[in-house]
């Protein structure tokens, strides 16, 4: 886990270099999100980069979170090896299985662990 953890560190940093200098650029389409402006930004060098960049460090970030969870939910690695693919290439289409997954074998609706 502290490779993984290096690496999204890494392309943390990658995505906040790219984002600082367009970061006037952003402001206004936060503000006011309208399509056909975000649609010319994100078209753009920078702005494909930095949402691509944000994809990765989104999926990444939630298959570590899934190879965690697996693990203190004993669940073997054939379990992760099924999961950490799609979310990898699907991302939310492969959280939506994992959590269904995760509700179907502890038979609640949970994503914190409780204390008892």
Request: glycine letters at 6%; one cysteine or more; charged letters at 15%.
């Amino acid at each position: 886990m502290l490779a993984v953890d290096i690496f999204l560190i890494l392309l943390s940093a990658l995505f906040v270099a790219l984002t600082l200098p367009v970061i006037s650029e952003l402001f206004p389409l936060i503000a006011k999100p309208e399509f056909e402006s975000m649609h010319a930004f994100l078209s753009s060098k920078p702005g494909f980069v930095g949402s691509w960049n944000h994809m990765i460090l989104s999926d990444l970030w939630i298959g570590r979170w899934v190879a965690q969870d697996t693990c203190k939910g004993r669940h073997g690695l054939p379990v992760r090896l099924f999961f950490i693919p799609p979310i990898l290439f699907f991302g939310p289409l492969g959280l939506f299985c994992y959590l269904i997954f995760r509700i179907i074998t502890r038979r609640r609706i949970s994503l914190t662990e409780t204390g008892a």
